[in-house]
């Protein structure tokens, strides 16, 4: 059993809450009339840091989102008006993946990029990492965040971080084997990737000490059938974790699987809303995601909303830790979801029937109207031999799961893109 900080992670909720606000009320109180996103926004809603005396008055503050941020960016270009102290009191520039439009830049002083490396000693710590580890980083290191806060996790815990940047799939293996690495970090798609090249050069995968995987970046690693392809894949313990850019790193599974992924909430305050109205969801409830981050007053995100879906569990987990839980990790994305004929599809429900078929290496679907008809079509590559009715049965099970029948079609062997980062698979031609 590992904690990053055991006395926070243990407390009763009655003092974590108490933490919480505490932590709310100073940073408020810190951001009014210094960053003038906040103060302004604040001010427009007609509500002041002293209005904040407990945690039931977060509902008096206004919801951040993201457009509203780009917004900011834009008219105050470069960096945006979310800045608490000038821009020389700021030591780390990132921006998001982009993978839809203009990049949102991120900045961290020296305290919030400490911060970060915390939020990431609880994750790390979480999947059981401890000083003797060595850990690889499968990641490009360029501006997108991703695992460089893992690197700062990985120093707080003082585990050996060899960053796998600037080389293939096949070199990267073969620094793995070389330097005895004990934990892989990558994107779960990306795992698999590695698996699959391992296979197809003769690369003993078995040659590399793995115990345990760390993922980011995707919501793979909690969807079942990927889970334990993955698990298979290394012969190791699999860890989700989620977190963005803007917001930081927030929560992780423990080694109780399956019972979904902790929230740190001595760095974060979770609420839940029902997407369309903004209402609390009830409790247990499938909804959005809305995050305060605690520790990053140079760059803070208050009641920010996600576009995540998570569902609350609040009963004490076995590992000791009295944080919430959301069961299943991020269930998938407000807007992620596509209505194909009538049926309301979640892309990771998809994935978790398709992958729990071993013979499928690789899959794309695309969802796009013809003759005024919803269709979905799904495209796969199979392992060499497999039964050329496989196809049949892939459609079957979807259809016993949607109500409909989608064209399931067999593709050559690496016809489909592969994913280092923020795999796309899902695609939607509907207007
Ligand atoms: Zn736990």
Known sequence: MSFFDEATETLPREQLAALQLGKLQAMMAELWGRNGFYTAKWQAAGVQPSDICGLDDLAKLPFTK????????????????????????????????????????????HESWDWWGRCWGHVLAGAGVTAADRLFMAFAFGPFIGFWAAVEGARKIGATMIPGGGRDSRQR?????????????????????????????????????????????????????????????????????????????????????????????????????????????????????????????????????????????????????????????????????????????????????????AEVDEYRITVSKLRQMDEMDIEVELREGSDPDLVHEIAARLDAMLAFRPRVRRVAHNALPRFEMKARRFHVKLD
């Open 66 to 109: 993201k457009s509203e941020l780009m917004a900011d960016q834009a008219a105050h270009a470069p960096f945006g008006s979310n800045l608490t102290y000038p821009v020389e009191a700021y030591v780390r520039l990132h921006q998001t993946s982009g993978t839809t439009g203009v990049p949102l830049k991120v900045m961290d002083t």
């Open 173 to 357: 293996l073969e620094l793995m084997r070389d330097t005895g690495t004990t934990v892989l970090c990558c994107t779960p798609s990306y795992a698999l990737r590695l698996a699959e090249v391992a296979h197809e050069i003769g690369f003993d995968i078995g040659a590399i000490p793995v115990k345990a995987t760390v993922h980011a970046g995707e919501p793979g690693a909690s969807i079942p059938a990927t889970k334990r392809r993955i698990q298979e894949c290394w012969t190791a313990k699999c860890f989700d974790h989620a977190g963005a850019s803007e917001v930081g790193a927030h929560s992780f599974e423990c080694h109780v699987q399956p019972g979904g992924t902790h929230l740190i909430e001595s760095e974060y305050i979770a609420e839940v809303i029902k997407p369309m109205s903004g209402e609390p969801a009830a409790p247990g409830e499938r909804g959005e995601l809305v995050i305060t981050n605690l520790g990053r007053w140079g760059f803070p995100v208050i009641r920010y909303r996600t576009g995540d879906l998570v569902r609350v569990n609040q009963e004490r987990c076995a590992c000791g830790r009295t944080s919430l839980r959301f069961e299943g990790g991020i269930l998938g994305r407000a807007d992620d979801m596509v209505t194909v004929r009538g049926v309301n599809v979640f892309p990771a429900a998809v994935e978790n029937i398709i992958l729990t078929f």
